[in-house]
């Protein structure tokens, strides 16, 4: 069954929150200061906005309900997102849905965190009942020990080498130094990423993600309102979203986009050589190979020549998370799933200044969550376009 076109719903308004790599605030000051954002950007009224997706980790016992309530708001839809890297796409097609069968005119996609100095031990020690239960009481809390099985076996199984994922590392800080909001200001060479120390081997220091707080956000809304309020927008061309995909696997080398691809495809209209550029969750540099693979930019286990065919970089060949990605931006908990989608709205309404593509004006973005011990549970990605009026 082909499902219904987004017709008509356009993405506006792409948000940052500075990031900070720790914060005294509560994760409510960090999405409350992106809704403002969103309220500032767009002119409207903060009542206009009767729909709010939400993501985070460290709200502590409040959820999306308490949050309004917090905001003074009284939306007629309200969805809480608590999948992590997948979050971002995710909440753009719960959001679009919604404005597309009026339940909602005007949704607000909201993902901050902070990060106090215990913030993420608190997260890794209960993040589920599984890392409760099977990973955490063994000393393996945390994503540097699944990641660097996942790496291993990826590189026994396929041939890639650290070389291959230090180039990839390389690129996005390349990307980052012309990204204002990361927190990556450095340059990174190969040599320095080869000679890092090692966490959890084969992932060294360079291979992981920063985590830090800050915010992300958007609104969804009706094309005919955006033009009114004479707002750059993206259009949606396609969504694809799974959970626990393969389970049969004994370890995961493959993810849930593999399973709907085509439909991804299909639904857009386009082909892999139309996509301008390419954002993907990236908290490990394994997964974002998994990402080439499963999205069809290349053959399962082509990933290392894939990497060695192109240089990811804005003004390169295969622009690839053009804001530095978390590895050099920084992974403010949940916002980590939004800050993909974010950075390609600002492609492809051509404001996202020094790390602009030329001319962009088809993207791909995707995301990954919810990581246990051996495999990640959620993924989803995206087809956008610039907008025409």
Not at 15 to 21: A, G, K
Not at 137 to 142: F, I, K, L, R, V
Not at 360 to 377: E, K, Q, T
Request: aromatic letters at 10%.
């Amino acid at each position: 069954m082909r499902r219904l076109p987004y017709t008509d719903v356009v993405l506006v308004c792409p948000v940052t929150v500075p990031y900070e790599r720790f914060s005294d605030q509560s994760a409510h000051r960090w999405l409350g200061t992106a809704l403002r954002q969103l309220v500032q950007h767009s002119g409207l009224p903060k009542q206009a906005i009767d729909g709010v997706c939400v993501s985070s980790f460290t709200l502590g016992s409040d959820t999306a309900v308490g949050l309004m309530q917090h905001f003074q708001m009284s939306p007629r839809f309200l969805e809480h997102i608590p999948m992590g890297g997948a979050s971002g796409v995710v909440a753009l097609r719960r959001a679009a849905r919604a404005v597309q069968c009026g339940d909602a005119d005007v949704v607000a996609c909201i993902a901050g965190d902070t990060n106090h100095r215990d913030s993420f031990k608190n997260t890794v020690s209960g993040f589920s009942r599984f890392s409760q239960d099977a990973v955490y009481p063994y000393g393996a809390a945390g994503p540097n020990g699944s990641f660097a099985l996942l790496t291993d076996y990826y590189m026994r199984r396929y041939g890639a080498t650290r070389a291959d994922f230090g180039k990839l590392c390389v690129a996005q800080r390349d990307n980052a130094l012309r990204n204002p909001h990361a927190l990556m200001k450095k340059p990174l060479t190969l040599d320095q990423y080869l000679e890092a120390r090692a966490i959890a081997e084969p992932i060294h220091l360079f291979d992981c993600v920063m985590p830090c707080a800050g915010a992300e956000g958007f609104l969804v809304m009706r094309k005919e309102q955006a033009l009114a309020l004479k707002l750059p927008f993206v259009e949606i061309l396609s969504t694809i979203e799974r959970h626990n995909a393969f389970p049969e696997d004994p370890v995961q080398y493959r993810g849930g986009w593999a399973m709907d691809v085509n439909e991804l495809y299909e639904m857009a209209e386009v082909q892999t050589q139309d996509i301008d550029f390419l954002e993907t969750y990236d908290d490990y540099p394994v997964i974002n190979v998994l990402q080439f693979e499963d999205l069809g930019f290349c053959d399962k286990g082509a990933g290392p020549d894939f990497i060695r065919s192109h240089t990811f970089t804005i003004d390169g060949s295969f622009p690839f998370n053009t804001s530095g990605g978390q590895l050099s931006v920084g992974q403010a908990g949940a916002a980590g799933g939004y800050l993909g989608l974010v950075q390609a709205l600002r492609q492809l309404t051509h404001s996202a200044g020094t790390t602009q593509v030329a001319n962009a004006s088809v993207g791909m973005v995707s995301g990954f969550g919810m990581i246990n011990y051996d495999r990640g549970l959620c993924t989803a990605a995206t087809i956008l376009k610039r907008g025409e009026a």
